[in-house]
């Protein structure tokens, strides 16, 4: 029997992944904020999928909280077989807009958080010889917008480092790299969702997970969904920065 550790548990793409990986037999460790919503989200995997569920509410920007999560990947008696580093949120306004906490709490989520979790399972699951991280980046990383898309180059460069180093020791670490996903990311942003890009672009979270679940199975470093978005990655590569950057007014910054 498999566990799997989900952070962002509650809602859009994490939701799917303890779903999904319910589906397959994983018994979940789920981390949100919301209690209640957590609880509510365990009952219903365990009753729709017969796995165990274990709940942990942690706010990741709380150094306390964040070590609660860090422990239960460390502990050998309970191995995590997969850790879903998917917590994280944007911001709507640009960088100046914005108070230095509130950027220091978002890069806490997407960089601090995705650091040490990742180190707190990497060590048992090198020692054990099989195991593997998924690190939910987004094709962001790939353009010129702000402390969010700094933040996803981060996790796409760390990821890509930890899969060579570890690989070889049984160990998957890969980055999935969404574009816009239809969840509560932008509704959450007070962001008009249909505004934000054209529809062609936008993805249903179940396809995404399942498509990135395989990817992960091969033992792949980075999931890009679909043909669209594999395109507009490889066109990232060719165009120039600053003109990437004119188009950043597109989606979130």
Known sequence: MSTS??????AGIGLEF????????????????DTAR???????????YGVATEVISADLTDDAQLAVVEARLKDAGRPVDVLVNNAGFGLKNGF?????ETEQAQQDVLVRAVLRL????????????HGGVINVSSVAAFLPRGTYS?????????????????????VTVMALCPGFVKTEF???????RDASAPKILWLEPDRLVRDALADFDKGKPMSIPSKRYKTIVTATRMVPRPVLQRFQSLGRK
């Open 5 to 10: 550790l989900v952070t962002g548990a509650t």
């Open 18 to 33: 303890a779903r999904q990986l319910a589906a397959r037999g994983d018994d979940l460790v789920l981390v949100a904020r």
């Open 38 to 48: 957590l609880e509510e989200v365990a009952a219903d995997l365990e009753a729709s």
């Open 96 to 100: 100046l807009d914005n108070d230095v």
């Open 118 to 129: 990742t180190h707190a399972a990497l060590a048992g699951m090198v020692e054990r010889g």
């Open 150 to 170: 700094a933040a996803k180059a981060w996790v796409n460069s760390f990821s890509a480092w930890a899969h060579n180093e570890y690989a070889d020791r049984g």
């Open 186 to 192: 932008h509704q959450r942003l007070g962001v008009d």
